[in-house]
């Protein structure tokens, strides 16, 4: 477990499989958290994904735990390259009474620890929706930057919007 000031971070479980997802299918949440066509997710589907999950892969997740034991969402790393040390992530806070109160960008900097501290990493790269402006806030608290934007990349809810790419690397994190 890694903890921050407000979050635990800590494998999954299959006892998570039915929260999560509820999480997932929460339309809100999948609004911010997913490009593709927001067909619902089974629980069969939400199953295979965390007993998929292992620590021997380029693929990482987290559950993310209040300091109370509350399981609010989840984070981790996609798409590691171990020869250019970089990786990119995603977080989601599928708890919406916990949406705006610091969990986010506490998980998210536990999870930038992990990676430059454990993983020994230089690079972590994530993309964000243009019309996510929390998330994004809570990135640039984290100490991301936007490096560029992908015009009209995504399609949703009859509009095309942007994504935002955003970085951080190494020597330029501080706690």
Same mark, same amino acid.
């Given at each position: ?20 997802? +509820? ?33 021997? #892969? ?11 034991? #509350?399981?609010?969402?989840? !984070? ?10 970089? !990786? ?53 608290? !984290? ?9 009209? +990349? ?15 690397? #190494? ?5």
């Amino acid at each position: 477990m890694y903890t921050g000031e407000k979050i635990r971070l800590r494998a999954y479980t299959t006892g998570d499989i039915e929260q999560a997802q +509820a999480y997932v299918n929460d339309p809100e949440v999948k609004h911010y958290l997913t490009p593709t066509v927001p067909f619902p997710l089974t629980y069969s589907d939400e199953k295979k994904f965390i007993e998929g999950m292992s620590a021997f #892969k380029d693929a990482y997740s987290f559950a993310i735990d209040t300091l109370e034991g #509350k399981y609010i969402g989840g !984070c981790g790393l996609n798409k590691v390259d171990w020869k250019n040390r970089t !990786c990119v992530v995603g977080i989601f806070i599928g708890d919406k009474s916990y949406w705006g109160k610091g969990y986010g960008t506490d998980a998210m900097k536990v999870l930038i620890n992990f990676i430059f501290d454990e993983m020994n990493l230089n690079r972590i790269e994530l993309n964000v929706y243009s019309f996510n402006e929390r998330a994004i806030k809570s990135y640039e608290k !984290c100490g991301f930057v936007k490096e560029g934007v992908l015009r009209q +990349a995504l399609y949703k809810a009859g509009a095309y919007h942007d994504e935002v790419i955003m970085s951080i690397l #190494k020597d330029e994190y501080v706690l």
